[in-house]
């Protein structure tokens, strides 16, 4: 489904990602693990198109040609970000803003619109995945939602999206351990055959509860070692530390990462 | 002399009857009806005869005139533009009905395709644009109708003009009560000149049962660059006024100073609301209307209460401070507002909140919103006089940037002489966030669909308080104008 390659990007002449190789089917989850500043969140980034990098190499979605399209071109395509720090935008009612993204999509896919009543049905049935009640539809877009209503925030939009390929950036981070069961349900509902996930943590415990096929660790802008989820174990134990080439691979115990 | 007002089924010869007085019979006679150009005591003379004025309107225009000479324009707000020549307008011309248009394609392409955006009807865009007899009978019936129905509760509303002649002894008190003759230069241009607007007039008791819209107003069109506009509310009466509309206006007079006086009398409220879109000049700022307009309410009585609630996104300058002169005991006065520039507009305005009654309470929300070339300017007076024991004001002034080439400026001015007085005051300024563009854009919006978005929400506050068609019509204007600002 999703395959990277060679992936270089770089950030005012500052190299951030070196080579990334990478390799998705459908129906899969990786995760992808690794200290702070190796690279992982900016991968994310260029994933879904921010601007400001300095992109080589390839990514190819489905066929398509990732890296040529437009932040809502691919989103239409199906690429999904659950954000790290989800922004706030205030005076726009929640429900109104997941309406109107699920309808650009549909109408770039060539799908009819729903209407409000339509939306409102699909939207409560997919709250109960998240535990989020019908209060957090009508106020502004993230304004005053906590850290973890955010992330669950997040979750519900990919639940109503349904996009075919997830990011989901550090979406356990800050999260107590209800929250992050919540969290983890939610993502695991939304584990089918076509759709493939990458899961990026800090933690290993995110993965007790959302299991993965593949983890990758990236240190230093590459992918430095992948395996089953037992590297999970094993990292949490030794740490990143030998893992990476240079510079941010020293010593850092994976539970301390933040 | 006004446009032919058949109210029946039209048939084929009507129409063309109509048509063929349009091209012959009225064209030769208007020439004779239009002013030299420049101001003097002469023309004023000719404005009030022409008008049918009593002697006493005469006397007051002239006064007015003499004040204006002594004057010189101002030149403290944030605005530039080249110099006016007032000796260069044409202060009279008999009111012209426009040349009515086979149909819409005789129309500007560039105005149908914004009235498309804008979801205006067909119907609408005809009546807009002057078309065809039909549509002008639709709406002189729906005014017709619209007419009967307040003359039943009481409630006047009719033109200037008409006013002056029907109901003199009201008009004669309460002109120039909120604004005098003297208050400003344009104030005062206004005055010596003014040839037509709106007059509206609640009787004691009585709740307005409708929007009054100037759209009902049968003569609406051409009242002119010098409009006037005069609103009293008798004791426990409610109004709700709108002014303007969301359609493009074009007009060949580029400075336009309108006076708006609103009087409010014991438990009476009045709401004003406007939707200005007055051509904004293209790109490079050409062409477009200068707007200085003289906007007051006075609350009058105890209880009462003004609201004036404004979305602003024409003119190539804007100059205006609607304000409301607390006079009443508890008397309340609010002031929404959003005002766009884009390309080379340039906006400076604000509110003025007076209070001289015990326990008056005032707010002031402004949403400035800068674009393009844009620049926009917040100015607002909040005077607590000795007198306002207890009085509170709340004024809250947001300012959003899109793009690097506009600008974003706040004047505020606080006067407190009683020492109960309470006043808060928030600003703030942010650019369209790229994390809220990217946000929504990874969602799959498009990115001007995103940034109308982000603008809107950011006017939610504002455009809640318009009736609930205005508002839909507001979002929509603020979105269409700001097309192509982005990327």
Known sequence: ?258 | MTAPTTTTGISDEVRDLANQEYQYGFVTELDTDVAPRGLNEDIIRLISKKKNEPEWLLEWRLQAFRHWITLTEPTWQHVSYGPVDYQDIIYYAAPKPKKALASMDEVDPELREMFDKLGISVAEQERLSGVAVDVIVDSVSVATTFKDKLAAIGVIFCSFSEAVQDHPELVRKYLGSVIPYKDNFFASLNSAVFTDGSFCYIPKGVRCPMELSTYFRINAADTGQFERTLIIAEDDSYVSYLEGCTAPMRDTNQMHAAVVELVALDNAQIKYSTVQNWYPGDAEGKGGVYNFVTKRGLAAGVNSKISWTQVETGSAITWKYPGVVLKGDNSVGEFYSVALTARRQQADTGSKMVHIGKNTKSTIISKAISAGHGQNTYRGLVDIRHSAKGARNFTQCDSLLIGKDCGAHTFPYVEVKNPTGQVEHEASTSKIGEEQLLYCRQRGIPEEEAVSMIVNGFCREVFKMLPMEFAVEAQKLLSVSLEGSVG
């Open chain 1, 1 to 258: 489904m999703l395959k990277i390659e060679n992936l270089h990007a770089s950030i005012e002449d500052k190299e951030i990602l070196r080579g990334v190789n990478l390799e998705l089917k459908a129906g899969e989850v990786h995760a992808i693990m690794g200290p702070n500043g190796s690279g992982k969140s900016t991968l994310a980034s260029v994933l879904i198109g921010r601007e400001g990098y300095t992109v080589t190499g390839s990514v190819s979605f489905q066929g398509q040609d990732l890296l040529a399209l437009s932040p809502e071109d691919r989103a239409a395509a199906g690429v999904f970000l659950a954000f790290q720090h989800p922004v706030e935008i205030p005076g726009v009612g929640n429900m109104y803003f997941m309406r109107t993204a699920l309808n650009s999509l549909r109408r770039q896919r060539g799908q009819e619109e729903l209407d409000p009543m339509d939306f409102l049905a699909l939207a409560q049935e997919r709250m109960k995945l998240v535990e989020m009640d019908q209060s957090f539809m009508s106020r502004s877009v993230n304004e005053g939602f906590s850290g973890g209503e955010k992330k669950r925030n997040e979750i519900l939009q990919m639940a109503i999206l349904e996009p075919t390929f997830a990011v989901l950036d550090e979406t356990d981070s800050g999260l107590d351990i209800d929250a992050l069961r919540v969290v983890a349900n939610g993502v695991n509902a939304l584990r089918s055959e076509g759709r493939a996930m990458l899961v990026i943590t800090h933690h290993q415990r995110l993965l007790d509860y959302i299991v993965p096929d593949q983890v990758h660790v990236m240190v230093a802008g590459q992918i430095a070692r992948s395996g089953g989820k037992d590297l999970a174990i094993e990292l949490e134990e030794n740490g990143y530390a030998g893992l990476g080439q240079q510079e941010n691979a020293d010593r850092m115990p994976v539970g301390s990462a933040r």
